[in-house]
């Protein structure tokens, strides 16, 4: 995927980061030199107004000038929050489908990742590499340089377990459940027909997942996908909610669905990443 030497660009299509991190960020650029990649950090990293690094536009515009740029071989986005589905309708769709670099990001970049697919058919990857800094950052560095650097798929690796049927095979689709729901309606969602769906989320507890997958029933979700992967809920595994998330799913989506729940994907910064866009089996 990278070589030795690779300059990757850095953006932050969502919120702005605080002026309060800088020394985070610096961090991340000397783990990425140490790692042997060249970061390239575009101009609207921080908050200049309010939550915005940059208007819509302007963000996108800093994202677009990394895929036409032939040095940068990637594209990380090493943002969250609520803004960037703002840059949609600003970004050259066939630019990024004639490109050979793939967009990583987490979170609220669900809707960037998304309508990426849907737009190119081109995949990307639901990872924060900003997880390389943190207390998991000796696992995390080793699954990156394994994957990024030489080929390999520790850092795609995840442990799962089936709480409904024992198989499931689609293209991947979906991110955090709250963001992919941004889309609905608009023509960044993608088609959801033997798909299969990864939800996961940050915030949110009973009421608000309820909303959410009822929203997707309605929408004739889980009429279309041939599976769900359920990641990490953050906020109702803190406070142990009652019912839980797969309980909730179970009840709403009905039996014949394959289901499975993993650890290994979500707002964790022990968290591993997963290609959106592209095919993935799993049995039991």
């Known amino acids: 995927m990278f070589n030795?030497?690779?300059?990757?660009?850095?953006?932050?299509?969502s919120n702005g980061q605080k002026c309060t991190y800088a020394e985070k960020i610096k961090r991340l650029e000397n783990t990425l030199i140490d790692i042997g990649l060249q970061p390239v950090f575009s101009d609207y990293i921080y908050e200049k107004e309010s939550i915005f690094s940059g208007m819509a536009k302007e963000r996108a515009n800093a994202l677009m000038k990394f895929y036409k740029d032939d040095e940068i071989k990637?594209?990380?986005?090493?943002?969250?929050?609520d803004v960037a589905n703002g840059i949609l309708p600003h970004l050259d769709?066939?630019?990024?489908a004639?490109?050979?670099?793939?967009?990583?990001g987490y979170s609220d970049l669900t809707t960037v990742i998304n309508a990426i697919y849907k737009k190119t058919g081109k995949a990307s990857v639901l990872y924060q590499i900003r997880n390389l800094i943190y207390e998991h950052k000796e696992e995390q560095i080793a699954d990156f340089i394994s994957t990024a650097m030489h080929n390999g798929t520790?850092?795609?690796?995840?442990?799962?377990?089936?709480?409904?049927q024992s198989k499931m095979r689609g293209i991947?689709?979906?991110?955090?459940?709250r963001c992919f729901l941004k889309l609905a309606g608009t023509e960044y969602m993608p088609e959801?027909?033997?798909?299969?769906l990864l939800l996961e989320s940050f915030e949110g507890a009973v009421a608000k997942?309820?909303?959410y997958l009822c929203q997707l029933r309605q929408m004739g979700a889980f009429d279309k996908v041939a599976g769900i992967i359920l990641g990490t809920f953050t906020e109702m595994d803190r406070e142990k909610c009652i019912p839980t998330i797969e309980a909730l799913v179970k009840r709403i989506v009905g039996k014949d669905l394959p289901i499975v729940v993993t650890r290994n994907i979500g707002h964790g910064i022990d968290s591993k990443g997963i290609i959106i866009g592209q095919e993935i089996y799993l049995e039991e």
Do not use: A, P, R
Not at 74 to 81: A, K, L, R, T, Y
Not at 98 to 104: G, L, V
């Open 74 to 81: 990637g594209i990380f986005d090493i943002s969250g929050g």
């Open 192 to 196: 959801l027909d033997d798909k299969i």
């Open 172 to 177: 991947v689709v979906g991110g955090n459940i």
């Open 4 to 13: 030795c030497g690779d300059k990757i660009g850095i953006v932050c299509c």
């Open 93 to 96: 769709y066939d630019i990024i």
């Open 98 to 104: 004639n490109s050979s670099k793939m967009f990583w």
């Open 154 to 164: 520790d850092l795609f690796h995840i442990n799962y377990k089936f709480i409904q």
């Open 209 to 211: 997942m309820e909303t």
